[in-house]
């Protein structure tokens, strides 16, 4: 694989939409339960927050095949870390044309260094016509919050789509797209940087369920354990971490996960 033409189209086969009554997002499927009997599909935690917390149905659509699944809130878990902004549908095997197996995750101890180039695939608002390519370059890495500031646009829609790289003439998973930090330093909105976070925990989480009922078990702690209103504010604190151009992450002193509320 040599191309951005050829990543984007391997992608691509991954990669679904994702509607709810209030809102709609990107996911992509990240991997395969334990068990075998599920499928996991990653997202922006804030796609879903409005109708995992009301109950609401959620659709999920794979535009490559043309299928999609209409999911109730008893059809499937919604496992999320609302600090990170990332979070995994997990629901029972059905048909939706994807891949056996997900696209390789990038090593929880690497990390992309700044100056590379990658690219994400979403659903922009502004179109209708299906998943969209988009490319930057990373211009800082977070270690302690394990997340990419990226000189791209991620517009509405996007949130929750994959973030890719090639290396070596393969396709590797950095991370997933959460949010746009446009600059409003002059009163304006001028061009930003888009926020990418890793996922390595989240398909630890996947790989480790053997059960649906597992996975509604460890829906409702998570739940317990968020607020009536998750965070609205999905942006990195200013000053989070150091600039880093290695390609080993080291020691996660402040990984958002373990931090005490």
Known sequence: MQHWSEAAKAMMAHVVKIDTPTKSGTGFFIGNSGGGNLIGIATAAHVLDHAHLWEQPVRVTHAVSGRSVFLKPADRAVLANWERDTAALVFPKKDLGLEASPVDLIAPDKYVPVGSEIAWLGYPGVSRDGPCFFSGRVSFYSVGLERYLVDGVAIQGVSGGPAFNM????LTLIGVVSAYIPN???GESLPGLSVVVDVSSLK???ASIR???AAK???TQQTQAVSASP???VLPPSGAGKPNSGTTKGRRASSPAKRKK
């Open 167 to 170: 290396s070596n003439g393969a």
């Open 184 to 186: 409003r330093l002059t």
């Open 204 to 206: 630890s989480q996947i």
């Open 211 to 213: 059960s649906f009922g």
């Open 217 to 219: 078990s460890q829906e």
């Open 231 to 233: 965070p609205a504010d």
